[in-house]
């Protein structure tokens, strides 16, 4: 079992800042990539940035300059910087896994999720 816990969420204000984690435990052989996706009501889950294993990052372009994401492979958390927030970034925000729990079985994984809003 592999189980993705989230937390950091909560309600700021425009121009704020929120700090995501999220630590993925059970049986975790090595973790591939991690990414945070978020989804609005009434719009489509959207990815907001990726981190490999290997530290390389992908940003949206709307959070661009503004998040930041890290890994702790020791550790197997993932956090999400996230300042000068805006109005438009109010989502669900969702951790995801790309996990090996052997040598051979792959899998993504989702987080239940955490609410981040923001006011004007």
């Known amino acids: 079992q592999v189980q993705l816990v989230e937390s950091g969420g909560g309600l700021v204000q425009a121009g704020g800042s929120l700090r995501l984690s999220c630590v993925a435990s059970?049986?975790?052989?090595?973790?591939?990539?991690m990414g945070w996706y978020r989804q609005a009501p009434g719009k489509q889950r959207e990815l907001v940035a990726t981190?490999?294993?290997?530290?390389?990052?992908n940003f949206a372009d709307s959070v661009k300059g503004r998040f930041t994401i890290s890994l702790d492979n020791a550790k197997n958390t993932m956090w999400l910087q996230m300042i000068s927030l805006k109005p438009e970034d109010t989502a669900v925000y969702y951790c995801n896994a790309n996990i090996a729990t052997s040598w051979y079985l792959v899998k993504d994984y989702w987080g239940q999720g955490t609410q981040v809003t923001v006011s004007s």
């Open positions: 059970g049986t975790v052989f090595s973790v591939n990539a």
């Open positions: 981190i490999s294993s290997g530290c390389s990052t």
